[in-house]
Every structure is written in structure tokens, then in C-alpha cells.
């Protein structure tokens, strides 16, 4: 019984590993842009740098957008690709600079169509035949 534990737990640990694996940049270092190149990226996406990393052989980003919102980013050292985005908006933030057509405090509230069965305050209609 306990060498089916030790295995669980050996295969438990090796596959999170190799999970993890995927996640890295695959770049070889000779083909990487310098992290002035990555910081002027981020900037010309509209973020400004507070923190430029490199970890798992991708430069990682924390900043914020132009908005005020929290971004933190992953791009590939030798494409300065955006591998990976998180967003954390503001409360009454508008989500459509990273969401084209959906709804945020911006965007235009559209009144509901009119039913006639339908009557605010009232019980609805209901015909019969």
C-alpha cells in the first residue's frame, strides 16, 4: 500500500510539472528582444510599466492601462507577443477597450422594445383563443 502511495504521489508531481511546462516561453535566449524593447511594447499597447520581469524565460508586466485598470501580461521574448492577459478593472470600469461590443459604463444603454403585453406596474396580458 505504500508504494501505491509513493507512485500517486510521483505521478501526481510529474504531471503538474509537465502542466506547468507549457506555460514557459520556448525562445532561445540568442533570439530575445532587449527588456527596453518589451517595456516600449507595453507602452505603445497604452500600459505603463511598473514592473518588468523575467520568469519561467518570459518578461512578465505589471502596469496599468490608460484607464487606471490593473494589467499584468506575458509576452514572448523574441516577438514581444502578448502570450498571456490579466485584467483587473476598476469598479464602473469600461470593459470595451478589451471586449469590443460588450457593454460597459461607456457604452450606450439600448431601451427595451416595446410589448404591449408587457406593461411596467401591471399584470401581463394574455389573449386567448
Known amino acids: 500500500m505504500r508504494h501505491v502511495l509513493s507512485l500517486a504521489l510521483i505521478l501526481a508531481f510529474a504531471s503538474a510539472g509537465a502542466a506547468r511546462a507549457d506555460d514557459d516561453c520556448q525562445s532561445p535566449m540568442s533570439e530575445w528582444q532587449s527588456r527596453e524593447a518589451a517595456a516600449a ?17 518570459c518578461y512578465e508586466v505589471r502596469g496599468r492601462d490608460s484607464d487606471g485598470n ?3 501580461l506575458t509576452l514572448d521574448p523574441a516577438t ?10 476598476r469598479r464602473g470600469a469600461d470593459v470595451g477597450r478589451y471586449l469590443p461590443g460588450a457593454q460597459g459604463v461607456g457604452a450606450a444603454v439600448q431601451a427595451p422594445v416595446a410589448n404591449p403585453l408587457l406593461v411596467p406596474g401591471t399584470r401581463p396580458q394574455v389573449s386567448g383563443n
Request: proline content about 0%; cysteine-free; charged content about 35%.
Open 80 to 89: 514581444l507577443a502578448v502570450t498571456q492577459l490579466e485584467i483587473e478593472f
Open 41 to 57: 511594447e507595453v507602452e505603445s499597447l497604452g500600459i505603463s510599466t511598473d514592473r518588468l520581469r523575467i520568469d519561467d524565460g
Open 70 to 72: 490593473r494589467i499584468e
